[in-house]
């Protein structure tokens, strides 16, 4: 399917869209109920307890720093905050939940009535079609800002629970259940505090979905919440999409996605969806309300098959807990500790070393980039935050892609790349040596100034030496002078290459075009 | 064979008896299983003996002895356990099918800390399936006996815990109350059951049946006994978010207290209630008379909201039992059905072979109860009666400082005679109100049936926390009246 596809069913089609986004609390430390553990991973069943294998007659205690994690994530999102809250138990059959319930949240999450702010640009705005306000439809108003738009997405709720266990179906085909001959259960990750977002269907295109997602993930990150990894699971997202005829107010027939993986995965899937169900009204087929498995591999959705009855989770009051009541002054507090969320990063950015937007977007999406770039700048100085920016996002970047490691792992520090920064601007050394040091010092860990003293890779700059240089190649090329002479004056490369290798890389560049020049006319 | 007899020795006695050297704690030990080996053939009241563990904590005390330190307070005093607890290297069955060979993995903290006194855990107790009756009829293992009659029930649903206790097997035991599964067998068989307050004991390691109505509990052969347990196992603990951070009076301190000026309040509205034996209304009539002469200033009060309890108790109970009985589902443990084709089928065969009937209709009714389109009638209106119930006790404790009812509508019955599980609910009239309200109760031996011959039990209601306070009424009470607890079929023993 192409993305022309897409675009042509939104022609006539207006999709709707609510995500549903699981993360769990992997800044708790330990589990929602019990003191075990949270991690990825590990041997099956080995971070377990009798109260997250849900033995007869253990009991549930909550975690106060889970419940913490998740009012600053409402905060953080512009959510109300429940004076008066408690859990209910959800209650379904399923082997990989203990007790045969989940401790959940019904009618009085923590977290309420929230909105973030998402921004499109690139080929995504594409996808909106009432930008030029010519098409009305209910839902949030785009407001058209420098290359996209930018529209407020609602946040119904955001509750907390705990996460199930893992099932691996043996014997089938990809681990699925299909065809399998039995499963195993690992109940490691049973009990994982885990945040439900459940955002309004407010999002109109696959690609304010994604801007949505990610938006979160940097809140979460910058919060500190939770590591956000999706090939982990530690961030679930699932979405529902309907779509209706262009103007019309009723909603469709929704389905549920499932398993999408990445951001990528996301857009790729809500694409599809729509798609498939513009072919089934065209064709005068009815969408069936069902739950979908994308297949990132064959690039579908596929029904699940099994017999979706309507669940009837008999939600009731957990009595094994107390209500929880906050003070107002308790959610103040936490509300004082928020630090600069990414947004807010990002215009501060744009307001103080006017970096294009983009740039200051990615630079603060996440607290540890933020806090790596604001501690160079502080070294370099305003004037010199865009060079900061672009060494970040270039070399930086690349680095830290190739190593898989996080920036704050990275053995050049901001005082290294300040330094580095500091010799280029002063002439000491030229851009293409510095692209060198910066890849030797991310190697060494050794000091910019000091791989530069060692390496003797001192620019040169004085006029005298570069003048003996200049001199000594314009004697050694006679017809190139002439020729430059005679108005081919396009041979001043060829002279700027033979001077540059005579001083051995180290003369700078600018001077000796200028020297040249001067000898040569 | 042993020549001590524990019927005739308090627990305190039993403790204090073996701190002086009368007698070790291994002839404490001793006398128990002798007495559980002469009848309990016939009163089944233990499902599983630890004999094992029993004397390894006898010799712990023992040893303490002889190097001369401080006994705890229940040092060497036999104990029974409620199966429904769990106590590592212990099955815990609840006296299900569902359960038979299940082993603990961790320790009840109310166990836990019984056994840190100083007790020794003799054996466990039968008691109705998942504690659902109040007859012990419904044990997948068969019934217990009652030691007064053996053609009539202990009461239940800690039947075992009443009858052990009543026949001598134990000195005191430990029941879970969740409508009366405590009072109810304590008036059935003599004994004196003391439900405290919700939060007051940790629920932790207790197999739940109603979260927001179980209590663990002591059954004992008197007031001091009961008031000497429950400092014992009281308390906070961290593994139980609805134990109460309230600070554990000394309540043997207080059961000296006496009742002079206490103000008692006669529940006389619920005195009048249909299937109230002339006999047990008379019995409490006349306990009213004692604690006037007793120099307490009588008073009648009203409980108009008690009659809705019993129908919000069988929303409210089986809708949290069928939550919480969720999980035995045969995927990690109890009984598991043989050659399921498939997992809905393994959970619906496990449940429906590893449950006895009472169970599945409690499960039945608290699922329907909680089924969309039916939670406001049934189980928001439950709630509201609820909210009454503990409105009429909070005017009630404004007024009074204990409040009277009969523990039970009548003596203990025969076996099969309430083939009817509504008429059998009906025995938990007086005591499903304080589950549903949270308060502490007690019953104590109030006399004998004349016609019957069984012993009769007066319910005295607290207020919240207020265990103290009942402890104080009951210990006067009981001196007053003094009931002589012995069984004949333990008098015919000693011959
Ligand atoms: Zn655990």
């Given at each position: ?87 209910h138990r959800?209650q ?8 045969d319930y ?210 009837d989770y008999r939600y009731f009051p957990e009595p094994d ?201 | ?81 409620k199966?429904n ?9 609840c006296s299900s099918?569902m ?28 008691m109705d399936e998942f504690a659902f009756g109040s007859s012990t009829e419904n044990s997948a293992?068969?019934p ?9 029930v202990p009461g239940g649903s800690s039947g075992?815990?009443a ?12 029941g879970s109350d969740t409508g009366g599964s405590i009072r109810q067998p304590a008036a059935l068989?003599?004994?004196?059951g003391?439900k405290?307050t919700y939060?007051?004991?940790?629920r932790?390691?207790v197999i739940a049946f109603g979260s927001s109505l179980d209590q663990i509990g ?24 609805t ?24 529940a006389?509205d619920i005195l009048e209630v249909e299937g109230c034996a002339?006999?047990v ?22 409980l108009p909201s008690a009659r809705h309890g019993l129908s919000a108790y069988y929303i409210i109970g089986p809708a949290e039992a069928s939550s919480n009985l969720a999980r035995f ?22 449940r429906a072979?590893g449950f006895g009937p009472e169970t599945i209709r409690r499960i039945m009714l608290g699922t329907y109860a909680l089924s969309a389109g039916y939670y406001d009638a049934y189980y928001g209106q439950a709630q509201k009666a609820r909210t009454r119930i503990i409105e009429d006790f ?9 409040v009277?009812t009969p523990t039970t509508p009548e003596?203990a019955f025969?076996f099969g005679e309430k083939s009817d599980p509504f008429t059998m609910y009906l025995n938990d009239f007086y005591t499903i109100p304080v589950n549903l309200a949270g308060n502490c109760a007690?019953s ?13 039990g007066?319910q005295?209601i ?34």
């Amino acid at each position: 399917m192409g993305k022309d596809r897409l675009l042509d069913v939104l022609e006539r089609y207006e999709a709707v869209i609510g995500l549903e986004i699981h993360t769990e609390i992997t800044a708790a430390n330990t589990k929602m109920f019990c003191g075990c553990p949270v991690a990825f991973g590990g041997e099956p069943n080995t971070r377990v307890c009798p109260v997250c294998l849900g033995m007869p007659g253990a009991l549930p205690v909550p975690n106060e720093a889970a419940i913490e994690w998740t009012v600053l994530a409402g905060l953080a999102t512009d959510c109300d905050i429940a004076l008066w809250s408690q859990f209910h138990r959800k209650q379904y059959f399923y082997p990989d939940m203990p007790k045969d319930y989940q401790i959940s949240q019904y009618d009085l999450p923590f977290c309420s009535n929230g909105m973030v702010d998402v921004e499109v640009d690139g080929p995504g705005v594409a996808e909106r079609l009432d930008l030029d306000g010519d098409v009305v439809a209910d839902g949030p108003v785009p407001v058209v800002e420098d290359g996209g738009y930018r529209v407020p997405i609602g946040i119904t709720r955001i509750h907390l629970e705990e996460d199930t266990g893992k099932m691996v179906h043996v014997g089938g085909s990809e681990g699925r259940i299909a065809g399998a001959t039995h499963s195993l259960v690992d109940f490691n990750r049973a009990g994982t505090p885990l945040m439900e977002l459940v955002s309004e269907p407010d999002i109109r295109t696959p690609e304010e979905a994604r801007r949505f997602a990610q938006k979160l993930r940097s809140i979460w990150l910058v919060l500190g919440v939770s590591d956000c990894s999706m090939e982990e699971g530690s961030m679930r997202v699932d979405g529902n999409v309907s779509i209706r005829a262009r103007g019309q107010v009723e909603f469709g027939t929704k389905t549920e996605i499932k398993n999408m993986n990445s951001f990528k995965a996301l857009h790729d899937a809500l694409a599809y969806e729509i798609v498939r169900q513009a072919d089934l009204l065209d064709a005068g087929e009815a969408v069936v309300q069902e739950t979908r498995h994308w297949d990132a591999t064959a690039r579908r959705t596929s029904g699940l098959r099994s017999k979706e009855e309507a669940h009837d989770y008999r939600y009731f009051p957990e009595p094994d807990m107390v209500p929880f009541s906050f003070e107002p002054e308790w959610i103040a507090s936490l509300a004082a500790q928020l630090p600069e969320l990414p947004d807010a990063r990002r215009d501060r950015y744009i307001a103080e070393y006017a970096l294009p937007k983009a740039d200051a977007a990615m630079l603060a999406a996440d607290s540890e980039t933020g806090r790596y770039f604001d501690a160079t700048v502080e070294i370099t100085g305003a004037d010199r935050a865009k060079q900061a920016a672009n060494w970040m996002l270039g070399d930086l970047a690349a680095l830290l892609n190739a190593e898989g490691i996080a920036i704050g792992d990275a053995r050049v520090t901001p005082a290294m790349l300040a330094e580095l920064i500091g010799l280029v601007e002063d002439g000491t050394i030229s851009g293409k040596q510095a692209k060198q040091v910066f890849a030797e010092a991310a190697e060494t860990g050794d000091a910019p100034g000091a791989i530069v003293e060692a390496r003797g890779m001192k620019q040169v700059s004085d006029t005298g030496a570069i003048e003996a240089a200049v001199a000594a190649v314009l004697e050694a090329n006679p017809a190139e002078v002439e020729s430059y002479r005679a108005g081919k004056t396009s041979v001043i490369g060829f002279f700027v290459g033979q001077v540059m290798r005579e001083m051995r890389g180290q003369g700078n560049p600018a001077v000796v075009n200028e020297v040249l020049r001067r000898m040569l006319g | 064979m042993t020549a001590l007899d524990l019927s005739a020795l308090s627990a305190r006695q039993v403790r204090d008896g073996i701190a002086r050297g009368d007698f070790s704690a291994r002839e404490a030990a001793d006398a128990a299983y002798a007495r559980i080996d002469a009848l309990d053939g016939e009163v089944h009241a233990f499902l599983q003996l630890m004999p094992e563990l029993a004397y390894a904590a006898a010799d712990r005390v023992d040893a303490a002895r002889a190097a001369g330190d401080e006994l705890p307070p229940l040092a060497g005093v036999p104990a029974g356990i409620k199966d429904n607890m769990n106590l590592l290297g212990t099955r815990t069955t609840c006296s299900s099918r569902m359960l038979e060979n299940y082993e603990s993995v961790y320790d009840c903290t109310a166990v836990r800390r019984m056994l840190d006194a100083g007790a020794l855990p003799i054996g466990k107790l039968n008691m109705d399936e998942f504690a659902f009756g109040s007859s012990t009829e419904n044990s997948a293992f068969g019934p217990t006996r009652n030691p007064w009659d053996l053609e009539r029930v202990p009461g239940g649903s800690s039947g075992g815990s009443a009858a052990a206790v009543a026949a001598g097997m134990v000195s005191v035991s430990l029941g879970s109350d969740t409508g009366g599964s405590i009072r109810q067998p304590a008036a059935l068989t003599g004994t004196v059951g003391m439900k405290p307050t919700y939060g007051r004991v940790s629920r932790y390691g207790v197999i739940a049946f109603g979260s927001s109505l179980d209590q663990i509990g002591p059954f004992t052969k008197n007031v001091d006994d009961s008031a000497l347990l429950l400092e014992a196992i009281a308390g906070e603990d961290p593994r139980d978010a609805t134990s109460a951070t309230e600070a554990v009076e000394a309540y043997t301190a207080a059961v000296e207290g006496g009742v002079r000026g206490l103000r008692v309040g006669l529940a006389t509205d619920i005195l009048e209630v249909e299937g109230c034996a002339a006999e047990v209304k008379q019995s409490v009539l006349d306990a009213a008379e004692v604690f006037a002469s007793l120099g307490a200033e009588v008073g009648e009060v009203a409980l108009p909201s008690a009659r809705h309890g019993l129908s919000a108790y069988y929303i409210i109970g089986p809708a949290e039992a069928s939550s919480n009985l969720a999980r035995f589902d045969g995927i990690r443990y109890g009984h598991r059905a043989d050659d399921a084709e498939d997992v809905l089928d393994l959970y619906m065969r496990s449940r429906a072979e590893g449950f006895g009937p009472e169970t599945i209709r409690r499960i039945m009714l608290g699922t329907y109860a909680l089924s969309a389109g039916y939670y406001d009638a049934y189980y928001g209106q439950a709630q509201k009666a609820r909210t009454r119930i503990i409105e009429d006790f909070r005017s009630a404790f404004e007024r009074f400082d204990v409040v009277l009812t009969p523990t039970t509508p009548e003596p203990a019955f025969r076996f099969g005679e309430k083939s009817d599980p509504f008429t059998m609910y009906l025995n938990d009239f007086y005591t499903i109100p304080v589950n549903l309200a949270g308060n502490c109760a007690m019953s104590v031996p109030s006399g004998l049936c004349s016609s019957t011959g069984m012993p009769m039990g007066l319910q005295i209601i607290g207020d919240y926390f207020a265990e103290t306070t009942v402890f104080r009424a009951a210990a006067a009470y009981e001196a007053a009246l003094g009931f002589d607890t012995t069984p004949p079929l333990v008098r015919a023993l000693a011959r």
